[in-house]
């Protein structure tokens, strides 16, 4: 298994991938997607790209580099998902998600510096109900398309969607290893942003960043 690492723009932080091909591709058109990249794009990070490209990486790590520099986020305190960001450059070094079995994380791998295997094809458009024409074109790809995973019917159709690496699956055995979960736990509690779903973030966290600037010292 070739190994992969995962740096954010500025190179310090990174991750080292005991299996660095991609198991799964999805392009996500959710708020909560745009929202964390907005998160990262307003502290200086790289500008939101209309369908952002989710990658699912396996989540054995041989090592981390640049913890005192991570820091975990969430949305809000009903969110699912923490993202940890390099607090220098603001790239997204990684996303964990309740629903998540321990053998796999998710990359944006836009929105830092992967330079692992992936070369997995698109599956399929997710949560395009969040999305329209004011944020970009129509997916062009010939692939699956869901408007949402709300109903059973759904989930089950996404879920019988090729998948040979078996993504989504639980282990049969536990992870044993340091995993992006065992990351999670030495970062400490993430920060909860409490931010309102749909809301364009940027212009938000601008003016959050503002308002500390004009405040004396």
């Known amino acids: 298994m070739p190994k992969a690492i995962i740096t954010c723009y500025c190179g310090s932080c ?17 708020n909560s997607c745009r929202q964390k990249i907005q998160f990262g794009h307003a502290n200086g990070g790289r500008e939101c790209t209309p369908l952002p490209k989710l990658l699912y990486m396996p989540s054995l790590i041989d090592g981390a580099d640049g913890q005192h520099l991570m820091q975990a986020f ?3 305190e009903s969110a699912d998902a923490t ?20 053998n796999i994380f998710m990359n944006f791998p836009e929105f830092c510096i992967n330079n692992g295997d992936l070369s997995v094809p698109l599956a399929a458009y997710i949560n ?28 089950e159709r996404l879920f019988r969607i090729p998948d040979p690496k078996r993504t989504f699956t639980a282990p049969d055995d536990p992870v044993q290893g340091y995993t992006f979960r ?15 779903e749909g ?17 004396p010292i």
């Open 14 to 30: 990174s991750l080292t991938l005991a299996d660095g091909e991609a198991t799964c591709f999805f392009q996500c058109g959710c």
């Open 182 to 196: 065992s990351l999670l736990a030495e970062i400490g509690t993430p920060t909860t942003l409490n931010l309102e």
């Open 83 to 102: 993202q940890v960001y390099c607090t220098s450059c603001w790239a997204i070094i990684g996303v964990d998600h309740v629903g998540y079995p321990d």
């Open 128 to 155: 395009m109900s969040d999305y329209s024409d004011d944020i970009g074109p129509e997916p062009s790809e010939d692939v699956p398309l869901f408007e949402s995973v709300r109903y059973k019917q759904e989930r």
């Open 74 to 76: 969430k949305l809000r």
């Open 199 to 215: 809301v364009d973030v940027v212009a938000i966290v601008k003016g959050w960043l503002q308002e500390r600037s004009d405040s």
